[in-house]
C-alpha cells in the first residue's frame, strides 16, 4: 500500500492553474509565510474529503479569477476527484466523489478557522460547545426525534380531546333522545297489546289482527329500508364533507394560480428591462475585476520589491547588485513602498466594495426577474399538477355522491311504497271505527308507533353516524400511545448514549493527558450532565472564556483529537490550521512533539505554521510540507 498521498489542484484558493503536492502519513509540517497557500491546501482537502461546506469555506475552494477548477486525491491506491464551478449567481457548486458524506467529520478532523467548535471555545461560548458536542456525538439528532414526537403528539392530544369531548357530548345526547322513544314505543306497544286482548274489539278481532299483523310485517320491512336510507345518508355526507374540502383547496389553488399568473404577466412585461440593467451591471463587473487583476499584479510588484528591500536591510551591500546599502535611505524607500501597497489596498476594497455592491444588485433584480420567473413556473406548474388531480378527485366523488342519490332515490320509492300500504291498512281500520271507541284508539296508537319507529331509526343512524367519529378518536388515541412509545424509547437509548459519550469523550482526555497539562487544566472535562467542567491544575475552578488563547488552542486540539477519535476514527486527516500560531514556541513544540509521538496510525496529520522553528520558507511549495520531522 503506498505511504504517499497525491493531491492535484487546479484553480483552487490562491493557486492558479495546476499544483501538485504529496503528504505522507504521519506528521507533514507546513511552514510557509501568510496568503502562501496553506490554508487553500486545507481548503482542497476539505473539499474532496467531507460534504456540507460553509458559504465562507466553499468560497475559498476555488480561485477568484477562475469560473472552474479541480480537485484529485490519490490515496491508498483509490481516486477520488471533485470538479468545482462556479454558479452563474456567484455561489460555489463541487460535485464528485468524495472520501466521506458525512458532515460532521469535518468538525472534527479540520481544525481551522472556519470550525464552529473552535470558534465556540475561543468565543468562551460553553453553551455552543455543548450543542456542536450534542451535535457531532448524535445526541442532538435523537433530541430532535423526541423534540419532534413530543409536538406531534401535544397535537394528537388537543385533536383527541376535541373530538372525545364532541362525541361524549352529542353521544350523551342521542342516547338519553334514543331512550326517550324506546321508553314511548313500549308504552305504545303496551297499550295495543292491551286494546288487541279487550273484549270490546271481538267483534272485528280477527280482521283487526290481520291488519295489525300486516302492519308489523309492512313496517319491519319499511325500517329495513330505512336502515339502508340512513346508511346511504352517511356515506353521502362523508363524501359531501370530502367534496366541499376538496372543492376549497381547489378555489385556493385556482386563486393562487390566478396570483402567479398576474405576477408572472408583469415581470415578461418588465423582463427585458431587468435583463439590460443585469447585463450592464455585469460589464460594469468585469471592468472592475479587470481593473482588480491590474491592481492585484501591481501590488505584488511592490510587495516583491518591499520583501527583497526587507531582506538587504541588515546587509552591508546588495547581495542582487552590490551596491553599499544606504539604511536610511532603504528605511525610507521601504515606508514609501508600503504607503504604496495600503495606497492599492485602499483601492482594491474600495473596488471590492462596488463589486459586491453590484453583485448583489445583480441577485436583486434576477430574484425580481428570471430566477422569480423560474420559481413562478415551477409553482405553476406543481399547482397545474394539483389541480388536475383535485379536478379528477372532485369528479370521483361527484359521481360517488351521483350514484348514492340514485340508490337513494330507489330506496325512497320503496319507502313510500311501504307509507301507502300503512295508509290503505289505516283506512281499512277506519271502518270498524264503530266497533268501539278503542278502534279508534287504537288506530292512533299505530300512527304513532309508526312515527316512533321512524325516530328510532333515525337517532340509531346517527349514533352509527356517530361511530365515525370514535373511529378517528380511537385512531388518535393510538398514535398517542405510539409516541409515547416512542418518547420512551428514544429517552432511554437518549440517556444511554449520553453515558456512553460522556464516557468515550473523557477517555480520550484521559488518553491525552499531556495536552490536558499543557492547557493547564484537570481531568475530567465533560460532566454527567453533558456540561463543561473545567478545572486549573490545582484545582481551581475556571471557564473557557477565562482560558488564555494559547490554552484554547490547545484545549480545541485536545477535544478535537478526543472527537475524532470516537466518531471518524477511520477518517484518515486531522488538519490543524492557524492554531499553532496562538500558542507559545514551547508549548507549541510539544503539542506537535506529542501529536507526533502518539501518532495516528495510517492517517495524514496536517499542521499549518507560518514560520518553522528553524530555517525560513518563502512560498508554499512540496519542499515546504516536511513530513516525519523531528522538531526539536
Known amino acids: 500500500m503506498n505511504s504517499k498521498i497525491k493531491v492535484e489542484f487546479e484553480n483552487i484558493g490562491v493557486f492558479r492553474g495546476k499544483k501538485e503536492f504529496y503528504l505522507n502519513k504521519g506528521l507533514n509540517m ?37 469560473e472552474r477548477g479541480k480537485i484529485k486525491l490519490v490515496m491508498d491506491d483509490k481516486e477520488y476527484e471533485v470538479v468545482v464551478n462556479r454558479l452563474p449567481d456567484g455561489t460555489i457548486d463541487i460535485k464528485g466523489d468524495r472520501i466521506a458524506e458525512n458532515g460532521i467529520i469535518k468538525k472534527v478532523a479540520f481544525v481551522d478557522i472556519d470550525n464552529e467548535l473552535v470558534n465556540a471555545i475561543y468565543a468562551g461560548d460553553e453553551k455552543k460547545v455543548e450543542d456542536i458536542l450534542r451535535e ?70 280477527r280482521e283487526i289482527e290481520e291488519i295489525e299483523n300486516k302492519r308489523r310485517k309492512v313496517e319491519r320491512e319499511k325500517s329495513e329500508w330505512r336502515q339502508k336510507e340512513i346508511e346511504l345518508n352517511n356515506r353521502k355526507g362523508l363524501l359531501e364533507r370530502d367534496y366541499r374540502n376538496l372543492k376549497a383547496e381547489f378555489d385556493v389553488m385556482i386563486e393562487k394560480r390566478n396570483e402567479l399568473e398576474k405576477e408572472k404577466s408583469e415581470i415578461e412585461r418588465k423582463i427585458i428591462d431587468i435583463r439590460k440593467e443585469i447585463e450592464k451591471l455585469e460589464d460594469e463587473i468585469k471592468e472592475l475585476k479587470d481593473k482588480q487583476k491590474i491592481l492585484i499584479n501591481e501590488k505584488r510588484e511592490y510587495e516583491n520589491t518591499l520583501d527583497r528591500r526587507k531582506e538587504v536591510l541588515d546587509y552591508a551591500k546588495c547581495p542582487y547588485c552590490g551596491a553599499k546599502i544606504n539604511r536610511e535611505e532603504l528605511m525610507k524607500e521601504i515606508a514609501e513602498i508600503e504607503e504604496k501597497i495600503s495606497e492599492f489596498e485602499a483601492k482594491l476594497r474600495e473596488i471590492g466594495d462596488l463589486i459586491e455592491e453590484k453583485e448583489i444588485k445583480i441577485s436583486e433584480l434576477k430574484e425580481r426577474g428570471d430566477i422569480r420567473l423560474k420559481k413562478i413556473q415551477e409553482e405553476l406548474n406543481k399547482i397545474d399538477k394539483r389541480i388536475i388531480n383535485l379536478e379528477k378527485e372532485l369528479e370521483f366523488k361527484k359521481q360517488e355522491i351521483r350514484t348514492i342519490e340514485k340508490k337513494l332515490t330507489n330506496i325512497r320509492e320503496n319507502i313510500e311504497s311501504y307509507e301507502e300500504k300503512l295508509r290503505i291498512l289505516d283506512k281499512r281500520m277506519e271502518a270498524f271505527k ?102 486549573r491544575t490545582g484545582g481551581t475552578p475556571t471557564t473557557l472564556a477565562e482560558l488564555s488563547d494559547a490554552e484554547k488552542a490547545i484545549f480545541a486540539i485536545l477535544l478535537t483529537t478526543a472527537l475524532k477519535d470516537y466518531i471518524a476514527q477511520e477518517f484518515p486527516f486531522y488538519a490543524v490550521d492557524t492554531l499553532i500560531e496562538f500558542i507559545d514556541d514551547s508549548r507549541a513544540k510539544e503539542v506537535i512533539k506529542y501529536l507526533t509521538e502518539v501518532g495516528h496510525g495510517d492517517k495524514v496529520l496536517i499542521i499549518t505554521k507560518t514560520k518553522p522553528y528553524s530555517g525560513e520558507y518563502r512560498v508554499l511549495t512540496q519542499e515546504d510540507i516536511v513530513a516525519d520531522i523531528q522538531v526539536f
Open 136 to 205: 457531532v456525538s448524535g445526541i442532538a439528532y435523537i433530541e430532535t426525534i423526541i423534540n419532534v414526537t413530543e409536538s406531534l403528539k401535544s397535537s394528537y392530544e388537543y385533536s383527541y380531546e376535541t373530538k372525545r369531548r364532541e362525541y361524549e357530548s352529542r353521544k350523551e345526547e342521542i342516547e338519553k333522545e334514543r331512550t326517550q322513544i324506546e321508553d314511548r314505543l313500549r308504552h305504545v306497544r303496551e297499550r295495543i297489546e292491551e286494546i288487541m286482548r279487550s273484549p270490546e274489539i271481538e267483534p272485528a278481532r
Open 30 to 66: 507546513i511552514c510557509a509565510p501568510n496568503a502562501s497557500g496553506k490554508t487553500s491546501l486545507i481548503a482542497g482537502l476539505k473539499a474532496i474529503s467531507v460534504t456540507t461546506l460553509s458559504p465562507n469555506e466553499l468560497a475559498r475552494v476555488l480561485n477568484d479569477f477562475e
Open 434 to 535: 264503530d266497533v268501539s271507541p278503542l278502534i279508534e284508539e287504537l288506530r292512533k296508537l299505530q300512527s304513532e308507533e309508526a312515527h316512533l319507529s321512524s325516530l328510532l331509526d333515525y337517532t340509531l343512524g346517527r349514533l352509527k353516524q356517530l361511530e365515525q367519529v370514535y373511529k378517528e378518536i380511537s385512531v388518535l388515541k393510538d398514535r398517542i400511545e405510539s409516541c409515547e412509545l416512542l418518547i420512551e424509547y428514544f429517552r432511554i437509548r437518549l440517556e444511554e448514549l449520553k453515558s456512553v459519550v460522556v464516557d468515550k469523550v473523557n477517555e480520550g482526555i484521559l488518553k491525552n493527558f499531556k495536552l490536558l497539562r499543557l492547557a493547564d487544566l484537570e481531568y475530567p472535562i465533560l460532566s454527567s450532565d453533558f456540561s463543561l467542567t473545567l478545572t
